[in-house]
């Protein structure tokens, strides 16, 4: 049986609000269990999230684990925020007339949002690196800080997807309005 | 725009309603209704044809050129 584009669509919305939830409990706990770790039990940095170990760096410096820490959870946040969009670009989409004016905003404002999580990974992945240089030993972070460059290609790839959108709707406009 | 479509004053000229015109020229109510409030960005050659037919004008009586 051959898969039509809307059960390929309803199978990505599934898999879409898997990963939305997924990344608002990563969210949610690392969140959690860096306030125990503040204000609480010190001990709980040890294992922040899936043996993600910030011990160390809450030893030397609360300034510096509270600047790591905010990073991964505004990360995680910007991912989970994305998700977000591609589940709202998912259920706004209608294959009759696949271009409208709500999700041509949702993909230029999912570009944006791309935008700022490549950013806000480069300045994270700059100061891990400089942290491990100069102050402390830290665990390798790239799984919960990712690759500011592919976020960077993601960007880039959806402000032209929407750049399309935005040409495709003059044109469905045009063909709707000829008579 | 500048292309003034002039099919309310054919029907006129031709005692037509826009429900006659939708059913001898086979458009629908609301196409026909796009054509005549200018909201219409293109024209198909098959259309103003049947309109011609049905109106018995000239692409040139339906159509007009304003600066």
Redesign the interface.
């Known amino acids: 049986m051959q898969l039509t584009s809307k059960q390929i669509l309803g199978a990505l919305q599934v898999l879409t609000w898997i990963a939305f939830i997924g990344l608002c409990i990563e969210t949610g706990a690392i969140l959690i269990t860096t306030s125990i770790s503040l204000f609480f039990h010190p001990e709980a940095a040890a294992d922040l999230y899936l043996g993600l170990d910030l011990s160390a760096l809450l030893h030397y410096s609360r300034w510096y684990y509270v600047q790591v820490t905010s990073l991964i959870i505004a990360l995680y946040a910007l991912k989970a925020y994305m998700v977000f969009h591609l589940i709202q670009i998912l259920q706004q989409i209608n294959l009759v007339h696949p271009f409208s004016q709500t999700i041509a905003h949702l993909i230029s404002r999912l570009s944006r949002i791309a935008i700022g999580t490549a950013v806000l990974s480069f300045i994270a992945n700059g100061t891990v690196d400089w942290l491990q240089k100069h102050v402390v030993e830290l665990p390798n972070l790239n799984e919960h800080i990712g690759d500011g460059a592919a976020y960077l290609f993601f960007a880039g790839i959806v402000y032209i997807l929407a750049q399309v959108f935005n040409r495709g709707m003059e044109i469905q406009s045009e063909n709707e309005l000829t008579v | 725009m500048s292309i003034i479509v002039n099919l309310d004053v054919m029907m006129a000229k031709r005692k037509m309603s826009l429900n006659e015109l939708s059913e001898k020229v086979d458009?629908t109510l609301s196409?026909?209704s796009?054509?005549k409030t200018g909201?219409?960005?293109?024209?198909?050659f098959s259309?103003l044809e049947a309109l011609c037919k049905a109106l018995d004008c000239q692409p040139g009586d339906l159509l007009e050129f304003r600066e």
């Not at chain 2, 909201?39 to 198909?44: F, L």
């Open positions: 458009i196409n026909l796009i054509l909201k219409a960005k293109a024209i198909r259309t």
